[in-house]
């Protein structure tokens, strides 16, 4: 599946670095999302946008920012981030919100 | 908030054998969806439930949604090498909670 692509497919940055994830939707979807995997939260929902406006914002640390500028794209930008966060970021994008979710591949980080 | 609880977490078996995990909701669900993650892939949807007592196959896979619309069931039947991977559940309410989600394994 070609529908939902995220780049890069692997990072690696240190704690004082500025990094961004981005995610991209070729289905004409209205709703995009941010969860994050690990093996102790495997499927862990951190945003939802629906029609470019956040709709959910899951108690997540302010170092994560995620940007929507407009229905096919999504931003994760990272900033100061800690070694626990290193994990699978996965974006996925549905037609409406709470809809059948379309994956990207994620993007592997690790925080050294 | 609402919680969606899977079990088991882990489950090895034999090729052949039969595999079925389960999900409950704190709350009651407008409907349930089922994803399939394989090793190294990501999630990738199977199906979506949305009746009260609605139960839908496909070929070895049959799911089940509750009466009460707060539990489902996912059954393989005569598993496969293929269907090894992390299975997941997602309820629907106000919001959309994923299950910690069950692994599977299967032996040849």
């Known amino acids: 599946e070609t529908g939902v692509t995220q780049t890069p497919r692997h990072l690696v940055m240190g704690m004082t670095n500025k990094k961004s994830l981005k995610c991209e939707q070729h289905l004409g979807h209205n709703a995009m999302y941010w969860y994050k995997q690990s093996a102790k939260k495997p499927l862990e929902l951190m945003f939802v946008?629906?029609?470019?406006?956040?709709?959910e914002n899951n108690s997540v640390p302010s170092r994560f920012s995620p940007e929507c500028p407009n229905s096919s794209h999504l931003f994760l930008h990272l900033h100061t981030l800690q070694p626990e966060d290193s994990a699978l970021y996965l974006c996925a994008s549905s037609q409406d919100w709470r809809g059948r979710q379309y994956f990207g591949p994620g993007t592997r980080l690790t925080v050294l | 908030g609402q919680q969606v609880m899977q079990i088991p977490q882990y489950q090895h078996v034999q090729e052949g054998e039969d595999f079925t995990t389960y999900c409950n909701s704190s709350?009651?669900?407008?409907?349930i969806q089922w994803y399939k993650q394989r090793p190294g892939g990501h999630p990738v949807f199977l199906i979506q439930?949305?009746?009260?007592?609605e139960v839908k196959k496909q070929k070895r896979l049959t799911f089940q949604f509750g009466e009460a619309k707060k539990n489902s069931s996912l059954h393989i039947t005569a598993t496969q090498t293929t269907d090894v991977g992390t299975y997941f559940c997602a309820g629907n309410n106000n919001d959309m909670r994923f299950g910690a989600g069950t692994r599977l394994t299967v032996k040849p």
């Open positions: 946008y629906s029609l470019e406006e956040r709709v």
């Open positions: 709350t009651t669900l407008s409907n």
């Open positions: 439930l949305v009746k009260s007592g």
